[in-house]
């Protein structure tokens, strides 16, 4: 998102109605555009969308290094896109740990009660490193949990959605490197909820083997309506969409020091077992 349509999303906020379509203001929020990086840019470097912390759209974000050999690392890149110029990216090498992988959080994000929503990213996988079905997959979880509006009290159940990197070995490949695929789910909020938190998490499962790859996601959007007033209060508080110079390039991505897992709200995303994506 550039200043001039930062300074008119703002502008529209200004004289909003009561409600607004989400992903009106989500689209510019959600597409990786800060920090601005000129290479591939691992967060250690400075590729962290969650630099903001507590005034963003994301929270937090955490890449950990295999214990077993190779690496799976986690920032952003100007490489590639679906829209804008930068996008999220992940890349795993000889990645052989169990359990381990890269997560992303946001903050609550104001919600309505009772309403319908369609919640999506889009992927696309590297075309010189994509990942292959014959490998060990990596894992795309993502994880919806709803709180009430003290933002610390969990309400309804938790909406879950699994996607194996590219697919399971029997089916053809979700994700490939030829065109950006969309992810996501349609959910209703529970009768008390007045926020959402999502997390997206890239981890390997208890299959023996190596995963190796790179994919790409960008655009993550939520569609339906959202109080406008919060809204403004998440563009407003954002410095992150101020226009800044871009980081410079990193070192090599397999040199990183290992970092702490993403946390969640929910703990137990692992004992509901959800069945992956068709």
């Keep these: 998102m550039n200043k001039l349509s930062l300074i008119a999303l703002v502008a529209c906020l200004q004289f909003a109605p009561a409600l607004l379509q989400a992903e009106d203001i989500l689209s510019g929020l959600g597409g990786f555009e800060q920090p601005a990086v000129t290479a591939r840019t691992p967060k250690e470097k400075g590729g962290d969308p969650s630099v903001t912390g507590e005034h963003g759209l994301f929270w937090s974000f955490s890449h950990r290094q295999g214990s077993k050999g190779g690496t799976l690392t986690a920032g952003l890149t100007n490489e590639v896109s679906r829209s804008g110029k930068q996008a999220?990216?992940?890349?795993?090498?000889?990645?052989?740990?169990?359990?381990?992988?890269?997560?992303?959080?946001?903050?609550?994000?104001?919600?309505?009660?009772?309403?319908?929503?369609?919640?999506?990213?889009?992927?696309?996988?590297?075309?010189?490193?994509?990942?292959?079905?014959?490998?060990?997959?990596?894992?795309?979880?993502?994880?919806?949990?709803?709180?009430?509006?003290?933002?610390?009290?969990?309400?309804?159940?938790?909406?879950?959605?699994?996607?194996?990197?590219?697919?399971?070995?029997?089916?053809?490949?979700?994700?490939?490197?030829?065109?950006?695929?969309?992810?996501?789910?349609?959910?209703?909020?529970?009768?008390?909820a007045a926020f959402a938190v999502v997390t997206w998490r890239?981890?390997?499962?208890?299959?023996?083997?190596?995963?190796?790859?790179?994919?790409?996601?960008?655009?993550?959007?939520?569609?339906?309506?959202?109080?406008?007033?919060?809204?403004?209060?998440?563009?407003?508080?954002?410095?992150?969409?101020?226009?800044?110079?871009?980081?410079?390039s990193t070192d090599s991505p397999e040199a990183m020091e290992p970092a702490q897992t993403t946390p969640t709200p929910a703990q137990s995303a692992e004992a509901a077992k959800p069945e992956a994506a068709k």
Excluded: C
């Excluded at 795993?92 to 381990?100: G, I, L, V």
């Design 88 to 192: 999220l990216y992940v890349e795993a090498d000889k990645f052989s740990a169990r359990y381990e992988g890269a997560g992303i959080q946001t903050n609550p994000i104001p919600v309505l009660p009772g309403h319908t929503y369609k919640m999506q990213i889009w992927g696309k996988m590297d075309e010189k490193k994509p990942f292959v079905i014959e490998n060990r997959p990596l894992y795309l979880k993502m994880q919806t949990d709803f709180l009430a509006a003290d933002k610390t009290t969990q309400t309804g159940e938790t909406v879950y959605l699994v996607q194996p990197i590219p697919n399971t070995k029997n089916r053809d490949p979700f994700f490939n490197d030829k065109k950006w695929t969309e992810f996501g789910t349609e959910f209703t909020t529970p009768t008390d």
């Design 202 to 248: 890239w981890e390997s499962g208890s299959e023996p083997g190596e995963t190796s790859g790179v994919i790409y996601f960008d655009d993550f959007s939520i569609e339906g309506d959202l109080p406008a007033e919060s809204l403004k209060k998440i563009v407003e508080k954002d410095p992150a969409l101020s226009p800044e110079e871009p980081a410079a």
